[in-house]
Every structure is written in C-alpha cells, then in structure tokens.
C-alpha cells in the first residue's frame, strides 16, 4: 500500500530553513478575544454609566438581591435586555435588517409565504415530539374535566371552544414544501379531542369547522386568519360565533333572547402583532398595514355599541382571540359582539390575554359576582396553549356563590398573542 508523504519532511538543509515548523503568534487571536470582550463590556459599562447620571440603581447588581432560580435569572436576564439603551437604540436596525434581508423573523415570528408571518414558538410546540408534560397541573383534560364538573353541582353547562392555531388551518401559507392538509391534528390536539370526548365534554371543533371551509373555498376572498397576526379574521371569529350560538341553542342550554341587534361596516387598518413583537419602528413604518373588514355590532334602536352584561346567562372565558376587534379597535366587532348578536342577548365575559389556561379562572375566583346568575360558561382558549399555556393548566376552585345583585367587570390584560 503507497502511503502518502509526511506532511512535514526534514529540512534538506537545517541551516536553510526549509520544513522547519512555526508556531503561530498570539497576537492576532489575543486581538480578536479583546475587540469581543470590549463590545460585551461596553454595553455594560454605558447601561452603568447611564444608570448612575440618572440616579437610578445599577441594573446588573439586581441578580444579587434574589435567590439564583432559573425562573429569577431568565426574569434577570429579560430585564437586562429591556433597560439597556444600547440594546433599544441598535436592536431595531438590527432586527429590521435581520428580516427584510435575511427573512428572519427572531424568536417570535416565522415569515411565510405571500406576507404571511406566523407565531413561532406556537409552531415548534405544535410539531414538537416531546412528550407532553408530566404532572396534574400540566394536563389540560384533567382540568378541563374537574371544571365541568364543579360547574355542573352549581347547574351550569360548560363548553369549550379550542380554536386552531393559525398554521394548522393554513400551513400553505407557512411552507410550499408538501404542507400537510389544513386542519390536520397534531398528537396532542387529537388526544385532546380523543379524551374530551370520552369524558363526555361538549367541544365545538372549529379545526374541522374551518377545515370544511378552506376545501370549499369559501375563505378566498376572506380568510379566516389575519395574514401579519396570529389572531383569526373577522371572517373566522363570525363562523365560530354562529357556530357557538347553533350549539347553544340545539343543546336547549340557551334560548335566543329578543335584543335586535345590526351589524355596521368598520373597516380599518392595522399592524399585526407578528410585526409588533419585533419592537422595530423601522419595520413598523415601513410595513403595510392590513385592510380588515371589521363588522360592528350595534343595537338597533339606539346604534350604540354591543357592550357586555355581568348579569347574563352566558358567560365566555378566554385569551385575546376574545379581545381582538371587541376591546380593539373597532371595537364590538369581535367573537363576544358577533356571538351576542346570534343569541340576540348581551354576554358576560372575562377576557386574560395569554391566560387562558389556568389565569382567566383565577380571576374568576377573585370576581364571584361574574358568575352569579350563570346557566352556561364558554371556555375558550388557542391550541397552542395545551402546551404553552402560562402557569399551565391548574386545578382552579370555583369562587363562592354571591347574591345575585352583585355585579362584576371584565378586566383585560396586557396584549400578547
């Protein structure tokens, strides 16, 4: 077998040099290392800086005032990157550089296909094979079950209302790369279905709702989801209001009311969320906003805007899919306005943006008067909660009964999708 020749031979000449081996000088690396370590320092030493002038404390010595728990350091880390001013000053070029030129959206926002952007981390968990995690306050069923049933000892009805992330109705607009069909369910959502339904628990399936819809064609002039958002469309938000209302009705849990209520064109435009979680007003100027043809609700005698009664029958729970367009601009042009309009009676409704897992319920315990007077509670909650869901999904007592004339308000948090 011919070997090949030695990579380093003897010098012919050992005066001459020749094959003699060198070692390469620090320096260049030493360099580098140091305009790294700089950059990294300097930020630091200017936040510092900065912080003094103002009389405020110095942000980087906060870590040292609480225990060092993975939930405090992230808490400590996200705070750091939220004061710094060099951070907010060079981090919207960055970003808006980072996805017009590269088409990357962060850790928040995937660009699609035709100006579609998508949530994320809602499409990692939904194509995810990790299993689902463990423990009681980690299962959404267990929840969901033990809520109904409490309801029930108080003669109140649940249903719940999953609504379909956004990429599982329109995963051609996410990928062109053979995309599964729309309304494909993933493990976890089928199991979700799969054992809801064993247990007895009415469910309003929009994924085959919607599904139906897009082989029709019927969401080609008006899709079902907002193409920079990752909140559904008008157009979706009044199908699964009708749909709610059908079943409402046909289970003899309601019956519709004798409030005439019109719809009223409110078209606007808006700036997705997808785009705002960026925080780059550079992209923000620059981006078209969306047309959205809202559908106001009014009533019809005195044109005012459908607004919530604390004291009806029905009462809907759920995530900002319940804000968008009601406490949003237009506003009553949301599912709660719509859903209002097919019963022909005003709801109850109590709306924790992010929350509605387990946080929209511990509100409720804290605001009894909500549901007094209730004969059917609507818990709605986005698909990609029954893995994300803040505070995941914990068994939450009903609150204690209060006397009827008591009344409540339906606070709303802070926006995030």
């Not at 097919?342 to 509100?363: F, W």
Request: charged content about 20%.
């Amino acid at each position: 077998m011919n070997l090949p020749p030695p990579i380093h031979s003897a010098p012919a000449n050992p005066g001459d040099g020749l094959g003699t081996e060198t070692k390469p000088g620090r320096g260049p690396g030493l360099a580098l290392a140091l305009f790294f370590l700089t950059i990294c320092a300097g930020g630091l030493v200017l936040q510092t800086a900065i912080e003094l002038s103002r009389g405020e404390p110095v942000g980087a010595l906060q870590v040292f005032h609480q225990r060092p728990t993975a939930a405090n350091l992230r808490a400590y880390e996200h705070s750091l990157e939220d004061a710094s001013v060099l951070a907010r000053t060079v981090r919207p070029w960055f970003q808006f550089i980072q996805f017009v030129g590269l088409r990357d959206g962060g850790e928040k926002t995937l660009i699609g296909r035709d100006g579609w952007l998508f949530y994320k981390p809602g499409c990692d968990a939904l194509i995810s094979r990790a299993p689902h995690p463990s423990g009681t306050n980690q299962d959404p069923v267990r929840a969901i079950v033990a809520w109904r049933d409490a309801l029930a000892t108080r003669g109140i009805q649940l249903l719940v209302l999953p609504v379909p992330n956004k990429e599982s109705i329109y995963p051609d607009r996410l990928t062109s790369r053979n995309p599964p069909p729309p309304g494909v369910l993933s493990p976890v959502t089928r199991d979700l279905f799969a054992r809801l339904k064993s247990s007895g628990v009415e469910v309003v399936d929009l994924f085959a709702l919607f599904s139906e819809s897009r082989k029709r064609g019927e969401d080609v002039s008006a899709p079902l989801y907002l193409a920079q958002d990752s909140h559904w469309s008008p157009a979706g938000l009044r199908m699964a209001a009708q749909a709610v209302a059908h079943r409402l009705v046909e289970r003899g849990w309601v019956s519709p009311g004798h409030h005439d209520f019109e719809t009223e064109a409110a078209p606007i435009h808006r700036i997705g969320d997808m785009l705002l979680m960026l925080r780059s007003r550079a992209l923000e100027r620059r981006a078209q906003p969306e047309s959205v043809a809202c559908s106001k609700i009014v009533d019809a005698r005195t044109r005012h805007p459908c607004r919530d009664d604390p004291q009806s029958e029905v009462l809907v729970l759920g995530d900002s899919f319940l804000r968008i367009f009601e406490s949003d601009e237009p506003g009553a042009a949301g599912f709660l306005a719509h859903l209002a309009h097919e019963l022909r009676r005003p709801i109850a409704r109590l709306v924790a943006d992010g929350g509605a897992s387990t946080l929209v319920r511990q509100e409720l315990f804290r605001r009894p008067a909500l549901l007094a007077r209730k004969r059917v509670v609507i818990w709605q909650f986005v698909e990609r909660d029954l893995r994300l869901g803040t505070e995941g999904w914990q068994a939450v007592p009903l609150p204690p009964t209060v006397p009827n004339t008591e009344t409540g308000s339906s606070p709303t948090a802070p926006t995030s999708p």
